[in-house]
């Protein structure tokens, strides 16, 4: 049974407690790598992804799909469904590719031997810089770019991690957490609102990786998808984000990222594996909305 907080102090020396309860619980461990052997199947194209739609995983879909669309045959790519529920991120092939075995991980074939790339930022700067696209090159607009790509990894996880966790999926609910991130949350809504209302995209007015990096997070936030927490932070009151959100979510491209390697919602928005362009062909896209 969890403690009350009244009677709870700290160990001198923590240890692991299995039954410590919360959503994660089952996979959720204290030591790194592989529980068991599986390796990493590998397709036909020269980008093989590892992953799921998660926030995260739906940034690198995303960027992949948006660099297809402009026209870069280079970025054509297998996405594989790493089931996180059930522990695929501890497999040896998965701790191979990313020996913290969280989504996403990529595989570069293309290179004389094959690149890992993991963390998602890395994979979009990886890609960024491989394809010469969604990442500016004059000094000033590149550096502003990886300023909110940056901004995007160092945030979400008072997002994800804090609020997400205190408020939707802890074992029970502590309202000194829910209300430390709940504050947090909301500043960081501000200043994302405020950015936005000085212009289009993120970094400026071209769009840009810094833009998928936060989309999937704070665009699924302020349409009231991600936690059932839209009412609570009060969504509503983040005009232009809202704005920036839904102009992002009309992008062909983001559209069918999204549906990548996604296995929650409508079973129409959903596209387990991806291994070929026309794999969307039998999906509705015109119905998919931003969630996390």
């Known amino acids: 049974m969890p403690q009350t907080l009244s009677d709870y102090t700290p160990a001198k020396v923590w240890e692991w407690n299995r039954e410590n309860g919360g959503r994660f619980a089952n996979i959720n461990r204290p030591v790194a790598g592989a529980t068991h052997e599986k390796d990493l199947p590998i397709g036909k194209h020269p ?39 059930e522990g695929d991120q501890f497999s040896s092939g998965f701790v191979g590719a990313n020996p913290n075995s969280k989504i996403p991980a990529l595989f570069d074939h293309s290179t004389p031997e094959p690149t890992r790339v993991f963390e998602s930022g890395s994979i979009l700067l ?5 394809f010469g696209a969604f990442l500016p090159t ?30 939707a999926y802890a074992p029970f609910k502590i309202e000194y957490a829910i209300d430390r991130y709940a504050m947090e949350v909301k500043r960081q809504l ?27 997070w704070y665009g699924a936030l302020v349409k009231g998808l991600v936690y059932e927490a ?29 549906m990548v390697n996604r296995v929650m919602g409508d079973p129409a928005s959903q596209l387990h594996e991806r291994h070929d362009a026309s794999d969307f062909d039998t ?10």
């Open 47 to 85: 980008m093989q992804l590892y992953s799921l739609a998660t926030p995260n995983g739906v940034k690198v879909t995303v960027m992949l799909e948006e660099l297809l669309a402009i026209g870069h045959s280079g970025a054509e790519y297998d996405a594989w469904l790493i089931k996180i529920n």
């Open 230 to 258: 839209g009412e609570f932070l009060s969504v509503q009151d983040y005009t232009n984000v809202i704005r920036w959100t839904d102009q992002i979510a009309e992008r062909p491209a983001v559209k069918r990222g999204r």
């Open 138 to 167: 004059e000094h000033h607009a590149r550096t502003e770019t990886l300023n909110w790509l940056f901004w995007q990894m160092g945030s979400a996880p008072m997002l994800g991690g804090g609020f997400g966790h205190f408020y």
């Open 190 to 216: 501000d200043v994302l609102d405020r950015n936005l209302g000085e212009r289009e995209y993120m970094a400026g007015d071209e769009y840009s990786i810094a833009d998928m990096a936060i989309w999937p």
């Open 126 to 130: 990886y890609l960024a810089e491989k």
């Open 283 to 292: 999906r509705t896209q015109d119905k998919i909305v931003p969630a996390g």
